[in-house]
Each structure stands twice: as C-alpha cells, then as structure tokens.
C-alpha cells in the first residue's frame, strides 16, 4: 500500500533525533481486537491496548500481494480461544506504523490491509500469517456450472464432489 504524504508531525518525529516507533493492529474476529505495541493508545476514537503484539516480516511482492506475520503474547490463552473459535482465516487485518510522538488521527501510516492466512498456536504466543488476498477469491470455482453457459445436465443443489484432493459443493449462490 502507498500514501502519497505523511504528516508534519510523522515527519518532525522521523527526523528526530531519538525515534519511538510502534504499531497498531486490528484483528476483525465478531469483537474486534485492537492492539498497540507500545502502551494503551485512542487513535481514531478507538482504544488500542498496550499488550504484546509483533508485526514481522510485512513485505510486498511485485504483483502487489502482501504478506507476513504477526505475533500476538497468548500467556493468558485468550488469543488461542479467539483464533481457535473463531478461525483466522479470511479475518480482516490491518496494521499502522507511528511514533509515539505523533499519534493524532492522520499520523499512523497504514502499512497492512489484508487477511488471515493460517495460525500457529503456541503456549506463550499465537503468530498469525498475514496475506492480502482473500481465500474465497483465489480458489475454484471460478466459473459457474449453469444451463446459461452451456451446461445441460446441472447436478443438484447440495451434490458434493472430491475432485484433486478438495470437495465442491454445488450451490445456486452466485
């Protein structure tokens, strides 16, 4: 993702002489999470809380995917319960850089905006892996079995087929 300015007190921060560089994270689970990697944080009128969070490896590809992970502490088992329950796969994430000086609503840079990929749960920590596209977009079917495009015996809604090691299931959902 690009921005095209940064604002005058991200930059006064970044030409400063001591940095004090942190994230914000949003995790999309049905009660959203809202981390900071430095202390508590209202940033866009929301409350980022100051816990144990680390953005790693956000990179992009020239075909402007992104990817990488984030590693949330889980000494409590509260991010394991959620990751576990709710799954990761497919939740909205999203990350911002900012300096601990300039935290007003225009300051933190985004530097993520994708989804869930998979999860490791371990017992002091949960690392997430991070991707830009969603995986509903990029699996089969990319076409619809219908008489409009040339289909004349259409299996019944509900049929399930394994087909290369996955299963289809024929729906009228288009």
């Given at each position: 993702?690009?921005?095209?300015?940064?604002?005058?007190?991200?930059?006064?921060?970044?030409?400063?002489?001591?940095?004090?560089?942190?994230?914000?994270?949003?995790?999309?689970?049905?009660?959203?999470?809202?981390?900071?990697?430095?202390?508590?944080?209202?940033?866009?009128?929301?409350?980022?809380?100051?816990f144990g969070v680390t953005p790693g490896g956000?990179?992009?590809?020239?075909?402007?995917?992104?990817?990488?992970?984030?590693?949330?502490?889980?000494?409590s088992g509260d991010y394991s319960v959620m990751a576990l329950g709710?799954?990761?796969?497919?939740?909205?994430?999203?990350?911002?850089?900012?300096?601990?000086?300039?935290?007003?609503?225009?300051?933190?840079?985004?530097?993520?905006?994708?989804?869930?990929?998979?999860?490791?749960?371990?017992?002091?920590?949960?690392?997430?892996?991070?991707?830009?596209?969603?995986?509903?977009?990029?699996?089969?079917?990319?076409?619809?079995?219908?008489?409009?495009?040339?289909?004349?015996?259409?299996?019944?809604?509900?049929?399930?087929?394994?087909?290369?090691?996955?299963?289809?299931?024929?729906?009228?959902?288009?």
């Amino acid at each position: 993702m690009s921005r095209t300015t940064i604002s005058p007190a991200t930059t006064n921060a970044l030409a400063a002489q001591l940095t004090r560089p942190g994230y914000l994270v949003y995790i999309g689970w049905a009660v959203p999470v809202r981390l900071s990697s430095r202390a508590d944080l209202t940033w866009d009128s929301y409350l980022y809380i100051g816990f144990g969070v680390t953005p790693g490896g956000l990179d992009w590809s020239g075909t402007a995917e992104q990817g990488g992970t984030l590693k949330l502490d889980n000494s409590s088992g509260d991010y394991s319960v959620m990751a576990l329950g709710e799954g990761v796969a497919d939740v909205p994430i999203k990350v911002w850089a900012y300096d601990a000086a300039a935290t007003a609503t225009a300051d933190p840079v985004p530097v993520f905006d994708g989804v869930g990929d998979s999860c490791e749960i371990m017992p002091d920590a949960i690392t997430i892996r991070v991707t830009s596209k969603r995986s509903r977009s990029l699996y089969a079917p990319r076409a619809y079995i219908t008489q409009d495009a040339g289909f004349s015996i259409v299996p019944p809604e509900g049929k399930t087929i394994q087909w290369g090691g996955q299963r289809y299931t024929f729906s009228r959902q288009r």
